[in-house]
T-cell receptor, first 118, second 113 residues
Framework: EPEVTQTPSHQVTQMGQEVILRCVPI?????FYWYRQILGQKVEFLVS????????KSEIFDDQFSVERPDGSNFTLKIRSTKLEDSAMYFC????????????????FGEGSRLTVL | GESVGLHLPTLSVQEGDNSIINCAYS??????FIWYKQESGKGPQFIID?????DKRQGQRVTVLLNKTVKHLSLQIAATQPGDSAVYFC????????????FGSGTQLTVLP
């Protein structure tokens, strides 16, 4: 069964360092997303990406964050200068389409990358 | 056992009993809803979905009920099993938005032997 894969599963970094989280979405999917989950809290939307550009981003996704699809398979989230409050589980997701009257637009999530900022 | 909503984040039930998990959603324009199950250390896993033009949908051992009047969703799990222990999130989608999913706060379901 196709799945979304994420690397690394856990990354520990020093405050102020740059971090890149990588994702390989399901191959025929066209929409890509990053969500994050701070320990014990709900999953929060960060950004959606379609046709090589950001479709929508949340207030969390400030200038320290960027996303890129550098090739035909990877989708990356970069945090330029990490802060303590960036410590969270970051989930990548992909969907074949968007939710419409005919299409459920179901999102498939990866297992997550745990980021710990010291 | 029954959850009274997001203000009660934990629910414990005996194995074999039915579970009811409740969720209040926020956007009256949302037109599609999903229940996700999240096991410890893993990503959210799709359980069941429902469109806003329906009020009930059944899957295997799970039923989702939608009350648009009060913006309320519930997930019923029949004959709860130990493998059902997880955090359950409801999520809403407004198909006019590119962000797709807005998650609720989640309920931790613990199945007791």
């Amino acid at each position: 069964e196709p799945e979304v894969t994420q690397t690394p599963s856990h990354q520990v970094t020093q405050m102020g360092q740059e971090v890149i989280l990588r994702c390989v979405p399901i191959s025929n999917h066209l929409y890509f997303y990053w969500y994050r989950q701070i320990l014990g809290q709900k999953v929060e939307f960060l950004v959606s990406f379609y046709n090589n550009e950001i479709s929508e981003k949340s207030e969390i996704f400030d200038d320290q964050f960027s996303v890129e699809r550098p090739d035909g398979s990877n989708f990356t989230l970069k945090i330029r200068s990490t802060k303590l409050e960036d410590s969270a589980m970051y989930f990548c997701a992909s969907s074949e389409g968007r939710a419409t009257a005919k299409n459920t637009g179901e999102l498939f999530f990866g297992e997550g990358s745990r980021l710990t900022v010291l | 056992g029954e959850s009274v909503g997001l203000h009660l984040p934990t629910l414990s039930v005996q194995e074999g009993d039915n579970s009811i998990i409740n969720c209040a959603y926020s956007n009256s324009a949302s037109d599609y809803f999903i229940w996700y199950k999240q096991e410890s250390g893993k990503g959210p896993q799709f359980i069941i979905d429902i469109r806003s033009n329906m009020d009930k949908r059944q899957g295997q051992r799970v039923t989702v009920l939608l009350n648009k009047t009060v913006k309320h969703l519930s997930l019923q799990i029949a004959a709860t099993q130990p493998g059902d222990s997880a955090v359950y999130f409801c999520a809403e989608i407004f198909s006019g938005s590119a962000r797709q999913l807005t998650f609720g706060s989640g309920t931790q379901l613990t199945v007791l032997p």
